[in-house]
């Protein structure tokens, strides 16, 4: 049988590393090893990790200084034995067919990479029926959608160890999904999907995606920058699509900045990449019309842009 390597970084989420690890030991499919990455945990993930790890022999345990998510996955990586590798957020839990699931989907359409669905989750809720055939869609349909936003976790996927073999996530940013996705799917003549929900995302307050604004939150921007550079040199859809979730970025982030007064620097920056990508990104035919006015305001400076902000959101309250 083939072995599937499923890596699991761990940052203080005791809480909820349990559920996660079971419903790996829980799967259908049973050659697997999981390799638990504590990234300097200050809670008692650690210990989990360990009993975990004395009580089931194919479960590796690492315990390095905290540098990420980034960094932790990219251990597992270089730590994984098996022919197929798969990622799982340590406060999430998976379908007991997950594996089997996917796997059986890739040996069938001759896929290096099979995507399956999530569910949004506050609580633990019931299983669904495995029932939904999958199909193939070539890359040069699958990378436009992905660059517009779907399947955009490496979650949620089983992979042929071999596309990891010169590509690792950026360690010290965020957003790093989107930062490698382009280079994965670019390996791939097409990508299999299910509509069989096979991941389960939790909701939980203090997540990466629901921290306020901090220094990483301008990754989203910096990554955006890479793909699109990429972009440029192979396809001009996806460039396109590149340059609009940098633009996308840019509006979001100015509109932090004023709103919470932070990153001075950060909001100078932003503006100055609009101002030297004008035309570009102004002509750019992904661009949306509600977003020119934003981007006009911005070009005429911080004071201009911060009026316009007020008289836009006293606009929206009394439209409402």
Request: hydrophobic share 35%; net charge positive.
């Amino acid at each position: 049988m083939n072995k599937v390597s499923v890596i699991i970084p761990v940052y203080n989420v005791a809480p909820y590393l349990n559920r996660c690890i079971d419903s790996v030991l829980a799967q259908t499919y049973k050659e697997w090893e999981i390799i638990l990455i504590d990234d300097g945990s200050t809670d008692e993930s650690p210990s989990i990790c360990d009993n975990y790890g004395k009580t089931h022999e194919r479960i590796i345990v690492v315990h390095q200084k905290n540098a990420g998510l980034s960094a932790a996955r990219n251990t597992g990586i270089e730590m994984a034995t098996g022919q197929f590798i798969m990622f799982v957020d340590s406060d999430d839990w998976i379908h007991p067919k997950y594996i089997e699931t996917l796997l059986n989907d890739m040996m069938l359409n001759h896929s290096k990479m099979v995507i399956g669905e999530k569910k949004r989750c506050k609580t633990i809720v019931p299983f669904e029926n495995h029932n939904q055939v999958a199909i193939n869609i070539k890359k040069e349909e699958a990378i436009p959608r992905m660059l517009k936003g779907e399947w955009i976790s490496a979650w949620g996927k089983l992979y042929e160890i071999d596309l990891f073999k010169n590509i690792r996530f950026p360690e010290g940013r965020n957003n790093e999904d989107y930062a490698i996705l382009l280079y994965l799917f670019e390996q791939c003549e097409h990508i299999t999907y299910t509509k069989n929900i096979v991941y389960y995302y939790f909701i939980r307050e203090g997540s990466i995606t629901n921290s306020i604004l901090n220094q990483h939150s301008f990754d989203e921007f910096y990554n955006g920058i890479d793909i699109y550079e990429s972009c440029k040199k192979k396809n001009k859809q996806w460039s396109n699509i590149a340059l609009f979730n940098i633009t996308a970025s840019i509006i979001k982030l100015t509109k932090q900045c004023i709103t919470e007064n932070k990153f001075k620097d950060k909001f100078n920056e932003l503006r100055l990449y609009f101002l030297k990508n004008k035309s570009e990104i102004l002509n750019n035919p992904e661009l949306k019309l509600s977003y020119k006015p934003f981007l006009w305001a911005l070009y005429f400076g911080k004071i201009p842009y911060k009026i316009f902000l007020s008289l836009y959101r006293f606009y929206y309250k009394i439209s409402k």
